[in-house]
């Protein structure tokens, strides 16, 4: 398919769009009755397992206590039962392997009876325990390729779920995966132990100010979802699009976003409708998502669900990206959830909205109406700003890979360095507690617009910041540096560890200073807040973190910019996140090493593949283009020189000269890809960014020019202008 055909086929698809699926039907049934129906959830537990075991169940979910195996034949059984009953003739393990993408292996209820019948079965130990092939999975070392044996194991707090497909249904069970030896092949394994470790440092905390709660004290996560919705049609003509996920060529568009008139604008009709079925869909689901808009480049849009439990709000974001990606086939369109689909408009994130609590507690990072007298909030906040101080550039470590590299500092994300925005109202609080002395704190106030048919509107006492990687809004940190194809786990690893950190450091010098003297608690707590502020607030900075400025006032105070992912992914295996990890036993030395080497490896093959792509592309589609169009212009230039003309030849002089520019910088490239590669991981990585990335944008650079001179019909690669405004 060329670029032609590709528009017009667009064009048609945007007019006769069909649905694969049947809408579904609210006149019979309420969209309040849809949602969590497919959810093997509390409500479904309580009708149909035995009240203890039911009971049983509930602590494990609800107050984190040991899982009593005794009960999971009967659990199994009446899964299985509500299962078939929904169409399922299978069930699956999912899981999370370091790859960042969701596995699954399907497995059949049906058992042969020995009489020419089948029986279903579905038993506890097929429940709790599952037995994918570990040596096709990323390992980094942990296990040789010959050692194959690995496990997934029930994760009871992420209820199972049916998954439709045209032809039936089958049972999805959330699982963690370790290798046959224990070590954490995954996401969720570390993202659980982190959640313990959270646990036991923040009620050691709340003890102090003499809060009790049976609930664990966990973090809560919403990630809101950005992505590009393209014509598929264009997809299949750009092997760009279709292998890598973003266009590796692509002249600027006349227009971009520079209007300002995508954002929160009318979405389009067929986007809509895309829109209200993914609603729909993860609805089913118990997906909780209430946002969905328009966002700020052409043919990019959000979507964004309410606050869940953490390891939760992890599953619920992959199944997310899944029925994203599903549901766009059925309307003749392709999710990108590249970071950086298009070159020169904003790419696409996944900001982490993160906060610690419970429902006994509430939110632990909530001010209230006078945070300047809240000292629990200014405890844990503080916790929270020295955690990023210390451990700022680990975080910023879990959002690096080749993608995100491509976004991060751009206009639409943060800088690569990790600084905190507290807004004016905190910013004065700590400034106070600083000096040692607090007097009060800025309140809400109301806006009149001016309008007497308008009413007064409840004014926040600060404003927010979409520059800083780390900005308190309200009752919670958003970190806005999550790339937009990354699992959330890794961020949400790393914050409740250095969270868990910070709060046993708090515990252990209050419960110092206030040892048999409990009415030393006010003067101890001022005292450690002064010293907190006076060694970490460095990293707390309310100003634009785009600018040049900061970057030089952040190397002044000595906060860390690592720019690129070698440099970001070094801090796996510093030896301060080696102690941080395994103090609070969620990572072990060797898988932290081991997601180093896997991390690096996959930043290599990403732009090894890239790399390669280019050259074909450049080869078998540019090439050709440009050479035929150069033997038109070459052909209408000796016919009008022999007519007396000078006519075309400033533009075949430009169109030679690009090309043959061009020839030779993909041919250099293709070289240094063939024989580059590093005696270490890292070492590798380092050439890939340092060498071969500048080399390809030498190639793109010729091959834009070009777009804009050879002639339309002779260009077979679809344009931004049709890819990002036919929709």
């Not at 694969?20 to 609210?26: I, K, N, S, T, V």
């Not at 050691?204 to 809560?220: D, N, S």
């Not at 905190?426 to 600083?434: A, C, M, S, W």
């Amino acid at each position: 398919m060329n670029g032609l055909s590709a528009r017009r086929d667009a064009i048609k698809a945007i007019t006769e769009y069909k649905t694969l699926y049947a809408p579904l039907d609210f006149s019979e049934t309420s969209p309040t009755e849809v949602f969590g129906c497919n959810v093997f959830n509390d409500c479904v537990m309580r009708d149909r397992l035995p009240k203890n075991v039911y009971k049983s169940l509930k602590k494990t979910i609800e107050l984190g206590e040991k899982l009593d195996a005794s009960v999971a034949d009967i659990v199994a059984n009446a899964m299985k039962d509500w299962a078939i009953e929904k169409g399922a003739t299978h069930f699956t393990h999912v899981f999370y392997p370091l790859t960042g993408l969701t596995a699954e292996k399907h497995d059949s209820f049906l058992v042969p009876d020995g009489k020419g019948s089948a029986i279903a079965e579905f038993s506890g130990k097929m429940l709790i325990q599952g037995e994918p092939d570990a040596s096709s999975f990323p390992s980094g070392g942990l296990r040789a390729t010959f050692e194959a044996r690995g496990y997934t194991a029930w994760d009871v707090t992420s209820p199972a779920y049916i998954l439709e497909n045209p032809n039936g249904t089958f049972l999805c069970i959330p699982t963690a995966f370790v290798s046959w030896t224990g070590e954490a092949l995954d996401k969720k394994t570390p993202l659980l132990r982190s959640m313990q470790a959270l646990n036991k440092q923040a009620k050691r905390v709340l003890k102090i100010f003499g809060v009790e709660t049976k609930l664990p004290v966990i973090c809560y996560a919403g990630p809101e979802q950005e992505y590009f919705l393209i014509d598929r049609n264009f997809v299949f003509a750009r092997p760009d699009l279709l292998i890598a996920g973003r266009t590796l060529f692509g002249a600027k568009p006349p227009k971009g976003q520079e209007f300002e008139d995508q954002y929160f604008g009318v979405i389009p009709r067929r986007v809509l409708s895309f829109m209200m079925e993914v609603d729909r869909e993860l609805f089913k689901l118990g997906v909780p998502v209430k946002t969905r808009h328009n966002e700020v480049a052409p043919s990019q849009f959000e979507i964004a669900p309410i606050y869940e439990q953490g390891n939760l709000a992890t599953d619920h974001n992959q199944l997310i990206m899944t029925v994203l990606r599903s549901v766009a086939k059925r309307y003749g369109m392709v999710c990108l959830l590249h970071e950086k689909p298009f070159a020169g408009i904003n790419g696409s994130g996944k900001h982490l909205n993160y906060s610690i609590g419970n429902d006994e507690v509430g939110c632990l990072f909530d001010p209230g109406d006078t945070p300047h007298e809240n000292a629990q909030f200014l405890v844990f906040c503080a916790a929270a700003i020295r955690a990023l101080h210390k451990y700022g550039p680990l975080l910023r470590a879990t959002v690096a890979s080749a993608s995100n590299d491509h976004r991060l500092g751009a206009n639409e994300a943060p800088p690569a360095i990790m600084s905190v925005y507290l807004g004016e109202q905190l910013t004065d609080v700590f400034g106070q507690i600083k000096k040692g002395e607090v007097k009060g704190s800025k309140k809400k106030g109301v806006m009149n617009i001016g309008i007497d048919t308008l009413p007064p509107l409840p004014l926040d006492p600060g404003d927010r910041n979409r520059t800083s990687p780390f900005a308190f809004t309200g009752n919670r940190f958003e970190f806005r540096a999550v790339g937009s194809s990354m699992s959330i786990a890794g961020s949400q690893v790393a914050l409740n560890t250095m969270m868990a950190e910070s709060l046993d450091y708090v515990a252990t010098e209050l419960e110092k200073a206030t040892a048999g003297k409990p009415d030393k608690l006010n003067a101890a707590v001022q005292g450690l807040l002064q010293k907190i502020m006076l060694e970490h607030d460095a990293v707390v900075f309310n100003g634009d973190g785009y600018s040049e400025e900061w970057h030089k006032e952040a190397a002044r105070r000595g906060l860390a910019n690592l720019k690129t992912t070698p440099e970001a992914l070094s801090q796996l295996s510093a030896p301060s996140t080696i102690d941080l990890f395994t103090k609070y036993g969620v990572l072990t030395e060797a898988e932290l090493r081991s997601r180093e080497e896997i991390y690096l490896e996959q930043y290599c093959k990403s732009i090894e593949t890239e790399a390669n792509l280019m050259v074909r592309i450049a080869t078998t589609i540019i090439f050709p283009a440009a050479f035929r169009y150069q033997n038109e212009l070459a052909q209408a230039c000796a016919n009008l020189k022999a007519i007396g003309k000078e006519y075309g030849t400033t533009t075949l002089d430009q169109l030679t000269t690009n090309l043959r520019a061009m020839q030779k910088v993909t041919y250099e490239l293709q070289t240094l890809v063939e024989g580059g590669k590093g005696d270490s991981a890292h070492t590798q990585a380092t050439f890939y960014c340092n060498t071969i990335l500048p080399a390809m944008r030498e190639v793109r650079k010729h091959a834009d020019l070009l777009e804009t001179i050879i002639a339309d019909d002779l260009w077979v690669l679809p344009s931004y202008m049709e890819m990002l405004f036919i929709r």
